[in-house]
């Protein structure tokens, strides 16, 4: 019952956080700010998390685990176009304000050691995630078998952040779809 409640509550400092910063930014964000917005006190927030990256460090994880979902969800249409087509719906759905945080920390950590750390981890551990994905349309013969999975991960993931990038910057959702199905179609070889 205790477990419960405190994952309950991680789960709505989370929730507020991510709300937070992907509305007004995370540089200068600060805990007290975060505390206000929940209704705690500064003291209540801090026997959660000892500081706002460690927050930064869980929407992370959080983010990581929507990855995966989506990726699972994904590899289990029955053709390339379908299993791209649910990427792109079920990235704009639930992790919108993930990527916004994801941009303005990728930014935030050419000045910022800790934050570099925490998004080049993140890195790591969305790659292996991506890379298990790729394994899986290469097992089904899905995409191309000729190349290195390594290499349709990391391509794969470069046109994710691009078509992200696109929908952050505003472009229009229908042209950045459409982007999205014919350039991952040719990259990885749709079969």
């Known amino acids: 019952m205790i477990l419960e409640y405190k994952k309950a509550v991680i789960s709505k400092i ?3 956080a991510l709300e937070i910063f992907s509305t007004k930014g995370t540089r ?3 805990m007290a700010e975060i505390a206000e ?3 705690v006190s500064k003291g209540a927030l801090y026997s959660y998390f000892t500081s706002k990256d ?4 869980e929407i992370y994880q959080s983010g990581r685990q929507i990855i995966r979902k989506i990726l699972c969800a994904s590899s289990d249409a029955d053709d390339f176009t379908q299993a791209m087509e ?3 719906q079920l990235t704009i759905e639930k992790y919108d304000k993930y990527i916004r945080i ?3 920390l990728l930014a935030l950590a050419t ?3 800790k934050i570099k750390k925490i998004v080049k981890d993140d890195y790591e551990k969305d790659f292996d995630v991506t890379h298990e994905f790729i394994q899986n349309l290469i097992s089904k013969k899905k995409i191309r078998t000729d190349v290195d999975s390594r290499i349709l991960a990391q ?3 470069s046109l994710w952040m691009g078509a992200s990038e696109k929908l952050v910057l505003g472009y229009d959702p229908a042209e950045v779809h459409e982007n999205w199905i014919t350039s991952t179609s040719l990259a990885l070889g749709a079969r």
Request: hydrophobic share 35%; glycine share 4%; charged share 40%.
């Open 54 to 57: 460690e927050i930064l460090k």
């Open 102 to 104: 994801y941009f303005e």
């Open 155 to 157: 391509l794969f993931r």
């Open 28 to 30: 200068d964000l600060t």
């Open 86 to 88: 649910k990427i792109y």
């Open 37 to 39: 917005k929940l209704g």
């Open 111 to 113: 000045h910022d050691e």
């Open 14 to 16: 989370i929730e507020t």
